[in-house]
Nanobody
């Protein structure tokens, strides 16, 4: 499977961005997908995950502000980010995996397939 992120950019605090992750190569086999982010000097952290098309999970840092979804026709993964804060600044990555337990969904070490990332910068 190949994953390609897009949609990153620079916004002011309170603004919105929508990230996309295009999926190719047996996309239907990768039921579990997630968004991670990594700021300079910090570990990669799980932001949001989706199992199938409706089973979502979010980190406490973004709950209520970010929404993850997946298109049934194209398998494209989305992350709608609203009310962005400066602390959301990071490189954002999408990841995919065929099978995961619910407690693994936001653990970076459990994913083997990654995109190249897209930068999100939020200014105050």
């Amino acid at each position: 499977v190949q994953l390609v992120e897009s949609g990153g950019g620079s916004v002011q605090a309170g603004g919105s961005l929508r990230l996309s992750c295009g999926v190719s190569g047996y996309a239907d086999r990768y039921a579990y997908m997630a968004w991670f982010r990594q700021a300079p000097g910090k570990e990669r952290e799980g932001v949001a995950s989706i199992g199938g098309y409706t089973n979502t999970r979010y980190s406490e840092a973004v709950k209520g502000r970010f929404t993850v979804s997946k298109d049934r026709a194209s398998y494209t993964l989305y992350l709608q980010m609203d009310n962005l804060k400066p602390e959301d600044t990071a490189m954002y990555y999408c990841a995919a995996e065929p099978r995961l337990a619910w407690w693994q969904l936001l653990r970076a070490s459990k994913y083997n397939y990654w995109g190249q990332g897209t930068q999100v910068t939020v200014s105050s």
